[in-house]
């Protein structure tokens, strides 16, 4: 069984994974509003991660806030739950600007599968201007 069907949602639905702090140096907030401005269907964004800027709560109503159901924010993941995470995830998305590269990018891609993709931000600019593009291409 698919993670998305272990969390309630279609079969045919991909999951997005942002992992990190929810600080402003990570791009919590943006991410989760650039990705809500897309309104993709058949794709759901989990951010995962610890409390900083940003607590869970006031993530989840952002999420609210921009009419996206289609966000999960379950909060701090470790360990097992955190490899699985990676695992089940059709690809990771971080567009924090403030890092060249991130641990989160490097676990992503040493613990996805190989052919998942790997967002990243080019600049600020790609974060402040919600430059995100999903969807089929």
Known sequence: M???ERLGLRPDTR????????GKDEAALETLQAFAAQ???NVTLVVAGMTETYSRA???EAAHGARAPNVMV???????EKAGA????DGYIS????ENFGYTAAEALARGDAGDPLARARSR???VGRELRLGAA
Request: glycine share 8%.
């Open 125 to 127: 600019t790609a974060v």
């Open 39 to 41: 309104a993709v269907p």
């Open 95 to 98: 567009l924090s600007w403030r």
């Open 74 to 80: 379950p909060g701090p993941v470790y360990g097992a």
């Open 86 to 89: 990676f695992f089940a995830a």
């Open 15 to 22: 999951l997005l994974l942002f992992l990190g702090r929810f």
């Open 58 to 60: 006031e993530l989840a």
């Open 2 to 4: 698919r993670r998305a």
